[in-house]
């Protein structure tokens, strides 16, 4: 069993940035793979970025690219996705998550974290 908490969301002007964290326990070796996901009310849940153990691979969503960076740092057991240039249309619950393979979609996500939000107001 693999538990992981995010903490980090906030309400933050457009422009702005914030950094999430998502700290990982338990069996973290069964799903090295680390993701973040996001959902809208209203909307189902996306893909925004992705990180393999090493930190050596990363992917990102189109709407990420160039304002978003995923990191991790193994020794704290932790991912990070920074989040710079904020808009109002990234405002949702922003989920962490835990996989066997580098993944787009949902359905190959073995853990969910249990949510931060993100409110970027204009």
């Known amino acids: 069993q693999v538990e992981l908490v995010e903490s980090g969301g906030g309400l933050v002007q457009a422009g702005g940035s914030l950094r999430l964290s998502c700290v990982a326990s338990?069996?973290?070796?069964?799903?090295?793979?680390m993701g973040w996901f996001r959902q809208a009310p209203g909307k189902e849940r996306e893909f925004v970025a992705t990180?393999?153990?090493?930190?050596?691979?990363?992917d990102y969503s189109d709407s990420a690219k160039g304002r978003f960076t995923i990191s991790r740092d193994n020794h704290k057991d932790t991912v990070y996705l920074q989040m710079n240039s904020l808009k109002p249309e990234d405002t949702a619950v922003y989920y962490c998550?835990?996989?066997?393979?580098?993944?787009?979609?949902?359905?190959?996500?073995?853990?969910w974290g249990q949510g931060t939000q993100v409110t970027v107001s204009s």
């Open positions: 998550a835990g996989s066997k393979i580098l993944t787009t979609t949902t359905k190959a996500v073995d853990y």
């Open positions: 338990g069996r973290t070796f069964s799903s090295p793979v």
């Open positions: 990180i393999n153990w090493t930190g050596g691979i990363t």
